[in-house]
């Protein structure tokens, strides 16, 4: 299973990325995505998430600008970002509970994955 990230770059402050998060490979489900980001020095956040019903929770500090959404069928995930600001400027990287069913042992099991990250940066 691999997650890969795409539509970060440089906007200027009150503009706007759509990021993707692609999950690929021996794919049974997936739970909720979620989107986090690391700034430089600074630990990394929890900034959006979705669970597989559609339910979505957000950090205070995107609230109002940012939208999360997925497309089950395609198994991706996507987090729109409106307004940024220059503290918006981070390493985003996608996260999700991914199940790959293992015929061997019959089971469905699920497992946590990162993607690789994708640089988001604001400024003039």
């Known amino acids: 299973v691999q997650l890969v990230e795409s539509g970060g770059?440089?906007?200027?402050?009150?503009?706007?990325?759509?990021?993707?998060?692609?999950?690929?490979?021996?794919?049974?489900s997936i739970n909720a995505m979620c989107w986090y980001r690391q700034a430089p020095g600074k630990e990394r956040e929890l900034v959006a998430t979705i669970t597989s019903g559609g339910k979505t929770n957000y950090a205070d500090s995107v609230k109002g600008r940012f939208t999360i959404a997925r497309d089950n069928a395609k198994n991706t995930?996507?987090?729109?970002?409106?307004?940024?600001?220059?503290?918006d400027t981070a390493v985003y990287y996608c996260n999700a509970g991914v199940?790959?069913?293992?015929?061997?042992?019959?089971?469905?099991?699920?497992?946590?994955?990162?993607?690789?990250?994708?640089?988001?940066?604001?400024?003039?």
Do not use: F
């Not at 293992?102 to 400024?123: A, F, H, K, P």
């Open 77 to 87: 995930g996507y987090l729109q970002m409106n307004s940024l600001k220059p503290e």
């Open 9 to 28: 770059g440089l906007v200027h402050p009150g503009g706007s990325l759509r990021l993707s998060c692609a999950a690929s490979g021996s794919i049974s």
């Open 99 to 124: 199940g790959v069913y293992d015929v061997r042992r019959r089971i469905l099991e699920y497992n946590d994955y990162w993607g690789q990250g994708t640089q988001v940066t604001v400024s003039s």
